[in-house]
């Protein structure tokens, strides 16, 4: 065991090595018209996706990379995988602030205005929005809060603070953001801070509303403010026509650039070292709790859906074993076999998707609770078949033997086939808890912050990706390593009992 | 040997799908009395035990236990069995239960005693069939013929009226057939209802008050060992016996 150990971290280290080094291949951008023919990075669903895709397809060749976040597409300008980063000006000067080998183009890219998004059928809110907006623009509160964030000299010295008599008499306004783009939005101890949050929080409470945030992906916020999953999302958004088609937009708040991040022909030397690397990635501002955080959430919904997932996997098995045996039960069984196919049919990520944003389109169910449904269900697919598997290898002549002696069909499974089989079982069984702890890190598409998404929101403040992605695997790999030696130690438990 | 019927068996038949195994049975079971029945394999015999308990369902025919026609619809069959005792060729041991837990969980289950009269009940029956000290080993720690003598405590267990044996020796090895025929032997000496399929002719020989020899879908022959075993009349029983003698 230990040997095993210290042989995989040699190969993560190795990894890591490899994983640090930077190739130098490509083209160097320069000026804009280099974009011709390079390989541009974005984040998907921004308006620098929507300019590069101009580009994308063109003779010279031009390759478009879409990545979920600006730290990955960072990275990866670093590495050399990609030639320039097309993204809006603020989030590159805060992602290129530690990189001494990348910089920013002077010449900017393309002007823009962002605005807030609100549902098509809800004109009352983004009347109401709008009237706030006016009010803030007009008194200087927007400009206050944007000099709170950009600008050398005024940076922090003036937060905007909620006036003390206001009243929250007006409800929750949930807002939809995507908390990986500062100075717009971002993680500042654990909340997420930046221009659009202090904005929003004016906003609510010019309208008397108490701000609630949801941190979810980018592309998801239009559909989350659509399906009423939020009042409003605020992201650094701009307004175009193809989102008008689904959403409405407020007034413009800001005006904004978009901007080339490039390689720094000019750079010298490496970023900053290892062990600072380390501590700017875990210990400062105590970044280490999203990891931690996010380990609880999953271990809790892993946990939770293992055992609904054993109750409704119980139900169906002994449904379907009571069809193939008896031929009884024929409509529940055809229902079973339903959910069956449609579970195992279809991606674990698309049933999460459709669950929270369909399912529970109009209903407010914590985070959480969504996501344990979904991998109950999930899970119970698979535990079902595992069960029947189980039952159905138990010898015929047990079930004989039993109802021989005068017992029920039903008094002979529980006290006769189940214990046999749950036992031949339970190897399968643990296997499949491994798994679904590890398909929970499919959570933060719903906005849920698992330990998965507890490491990208590190990544998303410090653009590094390497650090965050390796601490996530090496927690992962040690609850598996511990599962798996637990449910070893049960069978042999189980084994010594019948000898 | 009195001459109350016990199971009283009216032109049984049985298929599986287009393929008829029994056909046209008909047979009474005296209480007390030990049946053999012999045969070649396929000859229905197995079906034939089975169908005693509605393990197997009938297509046709009625069979009485008590005056009482047990494959009619309606009937209470778990409470039929509980009366019908049946072992096995494989034991069918239950593995995840100790010797002495396999003998009382019917009982108990089935309320017809509590926890502690079935375990008392279970040790006198141990001690009969000489396992007393394997009370609360698993199954598989025995050889198969203990295995054997716990199956058939088992179904002493429930205090049977009669009890039906399916080629119990068969999957035994042959030092072992030994002590799970000399158990059956007391029990027939002690005056239990027994039906046998068996191909220890030796034991139908010695034990059977009468023997049934089945072949083409039903009885062939029946008469006493003696009349079975010394005077054969038909040619496939002398070919039969020519072959397992």
Same mark, same amino acid.
């Given at each position: 065991m230990k040997k095993k150990l210290s042989l995989l971290l040699l190969a993560l280290t190795t990894a890591l090595m490899v994983g640090c080094g930077s190739k130098d291949t490509g083209k160097l951008v320069q000026?804009?018209?280099?974009?011709?023919g390079a390989r541009i990075g974005v984040q998907l669903g921004t308006i620098g996706d929507i300019y590069a895709s101009d580009y994308e397809g063109d003779e010279a060749g031009t390759v478009i990379e879409r990545y979920n976040k600006i730290a990955d597409a960072v990275q990866a300008l670093k590495q050399g995988k990609i030639d320039a980063v097309i993204v809006d000006e603020q989030p590159a000067i805060a992602s290129t602030e530690n990189e001494a080998t990348l910089t920013i183009l002077d010449e900017p890219f393309a002007l823009e205005e962002y605005a807030i998004c609100i549902a098509k059928d809800n004109d009352e809110l983004l009347t109401k929005v709008n009237e706030a907006l006016a009010e803030l623009k007009e008194d200087g509160t927007v400009d206050q809060i944007i000099n709170n964030y950009i600008g050398d000299s005024t940076k922090g010295t003036c937060p905007y603070v909620s006036p003390e008599d206001v009243s929250y008499d007006n409800g929750t306004l949930v807002v939809a953001t995507n908390v990986a783009f500062p100075p717009y939005e971002y993680y500042d101890k654990g909340e997420p801070v930046g221009i659009d949050m202090e904005l929003i929080t004016a906003i609510g409470d010019k309208l008397g509303m108490k701000v609630k945030v949801e941190d979810i992906e980018f592309d998801s916020i239009i559909n989350a403010v659509d399906s009423h999953k939020a009042d409003v999302g605020i992201a650094g958004m701009t307004m175009t026509e193809e989102r008008l088609k689904s959403i409405n937009f407020s007034d413009s708040y800001v005006t904004s650039k978009q901007v080339i991040i490039a390689a720094d022909p000019k750079a010298t030397g490496e970023g900053i070292g290892f062990i600072d690397n380390l501590k700017r990635n875990f210990i400062d501002d105590d970044r280490w709790t999203f990891l931690t955080k996010g380990l609880v959430n999953t271990l809790i919904i892993a946990l939770c859906a293992v055992l609904a997932g054993m109750v409704i996997g119980f139900m169906v098995a002994i449904v379907r074993v009571t069809y193939d045996k008896t031929g009884g039960l024929s409509v529940l069984n055809a229902i079973c076999k339903l959910y069956l196919t449609i579970i195992r049919g279809t991606p674990m990520m698309i049933q999460l998707l459709i669950i929270y944003y369909v399912v529970f389109k109009s209903v407010n169910v914590p985070k959480l609770l969504v996501a344990i449904i979904a991998f109950s269900i999930n899970s119970g697919a698979y535990v079902a078949e595992i069960m029947r598997g189980g039952i159905m290898s138990i010898d015929n002549g047990q079930m004989e033997a039993g109802r021989s002696l005068g017992l029920t069909y039903k008094q002979t499974m529980i006290s006769i086939i189940l214990p046999q089989a749950i036992k031949n079982v339970l190897p399968s069984l643990g296997n499949e808890f491994i798994s679904l702890i590890k398909e929970t890190s499919i959570c933060g598409y719903i906005g849920l912050m698992d330990l998965t998404r507890g490491g990208d929101i590190i990544r998303s403040i410090t653009y590094e990706a390497f650090l965050p992605l390796i601490a996530v695997a090496i927690i992962y790999l040690f609850i598996v390593q511990l599962l798996t030696l637990g449910v070893g130690q049960l069978e042999k438990n189980l084994r010594k009992n019948e000898q | 040997m009195g001459n109350e019927v016990l199971i009283k068996v009216e032109n049984l038949s049985k298929s599986f799908g287009n393929n008829?195994? +029994?056909?046209n049975v008909n047979l009474q079971i005296e209480k007390g009395e030990v049946i053999a029945i012999i045969g070649p394999s396929g000859c229905g015999k197995s079906t034939f035990i089975r169908t005693l308990n509605q393990l197997e369902e009938v297509t046709g025919g009625a069979i009485y236990l008590d005056g009482e026609d047990i494959t009619k619809k309606g009937v209470d069959i778990n409470n039929v069995r509980s009366r019908v005792g049946m072992v096995f060729q494989h034991f069918n041991l239950f593995p995840h239960l100790t010797i002495k837990k396999n003998l009382t969980l019917a009982p108990v289950k089935l309320g017809l005693m509590s926890q502690s009269e079935a375990d008392q009940k279970a040790e006198e029956l141990l001690k009969r069939v000489g396992l !007393?000290?394997? /009370?609360? /080993?698993?199954?598989? !720690? +025995? !050889?198969g013929g203990q295995k054997q003598r716990i199956a058939i405590a088992r179904s002493l267990a429930m205090n049977p009226e009669v009890m039906l044996f399916d080629e119990p020796t068969s999957a035994l090895d042959p030092e072992m057939v030994g002590e799970v025929l000399s158990l059956m032997k007391e029990l027939a000496d002690d005056g239990m209802t027994m039906v046998v399929v068996t191909h220890e002719m030796g034991f139908a020989k010695e034990v059977a008050d009468r023997v049934l020899f089945f072949d083409e879908k039903g009885i062939k022959e029946e008469g006493t060992p003696a009349e079975i075993f010394e005077f054969p009349q038909c040619q496939r029983l002398k070919d039969f016996l020519s072959k397992v003698l």
């Open positions: 000026t804009m018209d280099d974009l011709e | 008829q195994v +029994l056909n !007393s000290e394997k /009370a609360d /080993a698993y199954p598989d !720690s +025995l !050889s």
